[in-house]
Each structure stands twice: as C-alpha cells, then as structure tokens.
T-cell receptor
Framework: AQSVTQPDIHITVSEGASLELRCNYS??????LFWYVQSPGQGLQLLLKYFSGDTLVQGIKGFEAEFKRSQSSFNLRKPSVHWSDAAEYFC?????????????FGAGTRLAVHP | NAGVTQTPKFQVLKTGQSMTLQCAQD?????MYWYRQDPGMGLRLIYY???????DKGEVPNGYNVSRLNKREFSLRLESAAPSQTSVYFCASRGTGGVYGYTFGSGTRLTVV
C-alpha cells in the first residue's frame, strides 16, 4: 500500500540555522509529491510540489525540496529558518486507485524555532 | 475570496448526538474530500467524491456518512458521535486537468464528550 513516512515527529532549530525535514514514500509508480505547512489553528498551505522534471523544486517562503528516486525521498530544506517558520509540516503523495486521485499524508513534523 | 468554506469552525457534542459538517467550494472543482487530523497521525482520508453524484470510502470511513449535494457542496455526517471522533476535520477540493490543485478549508474542531 502507498504510504508516506516522516521519521521526525519534533525538530527544534535555532533561528538562522539551516533546516532539513525528511520524507520517505512508498509508491510503485512515479510519485506526485507535496509539502504542506500548517500554522497553529490554521488550515494547510501548499509549500511546493513535484510531478516530473527537475528533481530540485522551489517553493514559497524560501523552501525547496529534492526528489531522490533511488532513496524514495522528498526532503524539505531551508537555508536559514525564521521564527515564523514554526509550524507543522506534512509530506504527501498522490495515489491513484480505481481511477480516482487521492492524497495520502505523512504523520507530520512539528518544527520549533529558538530565538 | 475563492476557496473552500467549512462550517462550523468549532463544535462540542455529547456522545450519541448527531451532526453534519458542511463544506462548500466555489472553484467549480469536481473532486471533494473529507479528512480528519489527529495528533501524530497526520491527515487521514474519510470519504471522497470524485464527481457530483459519486462518493467512496477512504481510509477511516466507519462512523461517518457523506452526501455530495451538488457540485459545490460535500457534507459529512456523524449519526451517533463517539469520543473517538474528537478530531479536526478538513474538507478539500481538487479541479480536473491534473493531480495538483488541492485546496483545503480551514477546518472544523470537533469535541465529543
């Protein structure tokens, strides 16, 4: 079955430090991958997506992610974290079942940023 | 503003009570989805509707029913609420022409006591 694993439940970084959030997927075909961010009490905002082509994708708010097929990974990175980046981050993969398109999420990584 | 609107934003129910969560989108999207979010479990798909008139079960459908009233509206009903259904519920929609373009509502926080 298709799945998404985010190995880190909580991560704490200092403001200005670099960030990498890990995501591994399990899917037989070429995956369509997403990263979403959720601020406390808010809905989900799309950070970036990968469908094909260049394996390094740029998103909003200075985030980028790299698709590595050999490692089944789609890790999210940011070179310098801001206090406003504190939020929960979700990796997701689109699956196709019975002709229908569904979005499957990982469990999320909660990011805390120290001043 | 175009998007997905969920009502209510907050709700407290007693065990055994029923209620319907409403979701409407104004983007002319064909597909709509209901997810629940629980700590440490991410978002799990409850039901989805690929198009008007069709609905199908997701990962965790037990205890829920849905209605795709028209192209705009997709409601989620709890017939007899249980404490295990305490969660944050998100509705989402997606247009045709590709796998991208999921838009999420702001969520309904439901507590069952």
């Amino acid at each position: 079955a298709q799945s998404v694993t985010q190995p880190d439940i909580h991560i704490t970084v200092s403001e200005g430090a670099s960030l990498e959030l890990r995501c591994n997927y399990s899917y037989g075909a070429t995956p369509y991958l997403f990263w979403y961010v959720q601020s406390p009490g808010q809905g989900l905002q799309l950070l970036l997506k990968y469908f094909s082509g260049d394996t390094l994708v740029q998103g909003i708010k200075g985030f980028e992610a790299e698709f590595k097929r050999s490692q089944s990974s789609f890790n999210l990175r940011k070179p310098s974290v801001h206090w406003s980046d504190a939020a929960e981050y979700f990796c997701a993969v689109v699956t196709f079942s019975g002709g229908y398109n569904k979005l499957i999420f990982g469990a999320g990584t909660r990011l805390a940023v120290h001043p | 503003n175009a998007g997905v609107t969920q009502t209510p934003k907050f709700q407290v129910l007693k065990t055994g009570q029923s209620m319907t969560l409403q979701c409407a989108q104004d983007m002319n999207h064909n597909s709509m989805y209901w997810y629940r979010q629980d700590p440490g479990m991410g978002l799990r798909l409850i039901y989805y509707s690929a198009s008007e008139g069709t609905t199908d079960k997701g990962e965790v459908p037990n205890g829920y029913n849905v209605s795709r009233l028209n192209k705009r509206e997709f409601s989620l009903r709890l017939e007899s609420a249980a404490p295990s259904q305490t969660s944050v519920y998100f509705c989402a929609s997606r247009g045709t022409g590709g796998v991208y373009g999921y838009t999420f509502g702001s969520g309904t926080r439901l507590t069952v006591v």
